[in-house]
């Protein structure tokens, strides 16, 4: 006898907010009975802006509320998804930045344990504006956060810094190339060395920004900089990941239409790089989409990639931001990309920052919601394993015949894939 089991894929769009004051998401992350993360609100009191720590169960229901402030403080949750990390003995660690009465902005890097109440919070400050938006884990069992640095003028620089697995500090690093530079993510290479994603662009010059990637030895010494994209039209930040062969993957939106001096069209930009930064391969993928932006990039339980971000919807006339999911092969292949929202009125905002892969081979993800009137919820989308968020939206077989190209020659491109 021939037992199979299967899980049934659970489905939910549901906003968060336990208060009338704004609510996001930024990180949401799998275990074994529920998904928790972390992200920004307020409270009804005067104390400014807090990190949010929160728990929900697998179905969707809300079971950890937690929030983490100071008066005369306000906590910035980051602008890239997947700040908040598991750590190897179960824990979970989080990388994120507040100022202070004296003016001054710290990193702030908090450590919890399974219930999400602070183990330990520690503060680091280089500069007058000390700010990381993400972390991860190294070999060694210490972090490694990213962000940047300003102290005065309008650029501003590029910062890891090292700490041991207590979060004490051990040292930092910091990459100028002369232009506003903020770092996004930070892998840890096989041979000790890191991979760092950030942007760049130009004070005062609209469609200057570039992807930019820095590759550095194992005591963060740069060894090379690359930048990605179309260097005439603004693109977004780059989310590096590793390769399934040993290179790596840069994850970006390239640049291609102006719709208006600070707003563009683009597409998914994926590019495979070597050890050295050389180009392997690079696609773009998708349509055009008003305004499209990625922020974080994840690997998939079956070997490929989930990115997450948000765009314009049909025209920009309507003004209503949809978020998106994309999962491509290692290779940069399409292998379904589709949106979603939870407020579909002109002028509302739908945006994820972050993608997960869960356990019954689906995906969960997380942002916020907010309707043209209203305050910003936190919004979370569990969706299955073809990122639909009801049943059977991928299901059905269509027929169409397409002519060849002239002379038998030439390829046949379709997307998404599989396609409709």
């Not at 662009?201 to 030895?217: C, E, F, L, N, R």
């Not at 039209?233 to 062969?245: E, I, Q, W, Y």
């Not at 407020?343 to 689906?362: E, I, K, R, V």
Request: charged share 20%; with cysteine.
């Amino acid at each position: 006898m021939i037992v199979i089991k299967s899980q049934e894929p659970v489905y939910f769009n549901n906003i968060y907010q336990q208060q009338s004051n704004f609510a996001a998401g930024m990180t949401i992350l799998e275990t074994d009975n529920g998904y928790v993360g972390y992200g920004g609100t307020e409270s009804s009191g005067n104390i400014g802006q807090m990190i949010l720590f929160y728990k929900i169960s697998k179905s969707g229901e809300e079971l950890i509320w937690k929030v983490y402030g100071e008066n005369n403080h306000t906590y910035y949750y980051g602008n890239v998804g997947g700040a908040m990390i598991k750590t190897v003995n179960g824990n979970f660690a989080m990388a994120c930045h507040n100022d202070s009465p004296s003016g001054l902005v710290y990193s702030s890097f908090f450590y919890l344990d399974e219930n999400l109440d602070t183990l330990w919070r520690k503060k680091y400050n280089f500069q007058a504006y000390t700010i990381t938006v993400n972390c991860i884990q190294t070999s060694d069992k210490g972090f490694i956060l990213t962000g940047y640095v300003w102290e005065d003028g309008p650029d501003t620089d590029i910062i890891i810094i090292k700490t041991d697995g207590n979060g004490d500090y051990q040292w930092h690093k910091i990459y100028d190339d002369n232009y506003v530079t903020q770092g996004t993510n930070t892998i840890e290479l096989p041979d000790g060395g890191l991979l760092i994603g950030g942007m760049t662009w130009i004070a005062g010059y609209d469609q200057s920004m570039d992807a930019m990637v820095i590759k550095t030895d194992s005591l963060g010494n740069e060894q090379w900089t690359k930048y990605y994209g179309n260097p005439n039209v603004d693109d977004d930040m780059a989310l590096v990941a590793m390769a399934d062969d040993g290179n790596f993957l840069v994850a970006t939106v390239y640049g291609e239409w102006v719709v208006s001096p600070d707003t563009r069209t683009g597409r998914i930009y994926l590019v495979k790089v070597d050890n050295e930064g050389n180009t392997i391969w690079e696609k773009k993928i998708g349509p055009k989409m008003y305004h499209c932006i990625i922020k974080n990039i994840r690997e998939t339980n079956d070997g490929n990639l989930v990115a997450a971000g948000f765009y314009y919807s049909d025209t920009i006339s309507e003004f209503i931001l949809n978020g998106w999911i994309y999962k491509f092969s290692q290779e940069g292949d399409s292998i379904w990309m589709r949106d979603y929202y939870y407020y579909n009125n002109a002028y509302d905002d739908n945006l994820f920052y972050d993608a997960s892969p869960t356990t019954d081979n689906g995906y969960i993800a997380i942002g916020k919601a907010r309707p043209d009137i209203g305050n910003n919820k936190m919004w979370i989308v569990k969706v299955d394993s073809m990122g639909c968020d009801t049943p059977g939206c991928a299901t059905g077989t269509f027929v169409k015949e397409l002519p060849l190209p002239a002379g038998n020659a030439g390829e046949l491109r379709i997307w998404p894939n599989p396609a409709e």
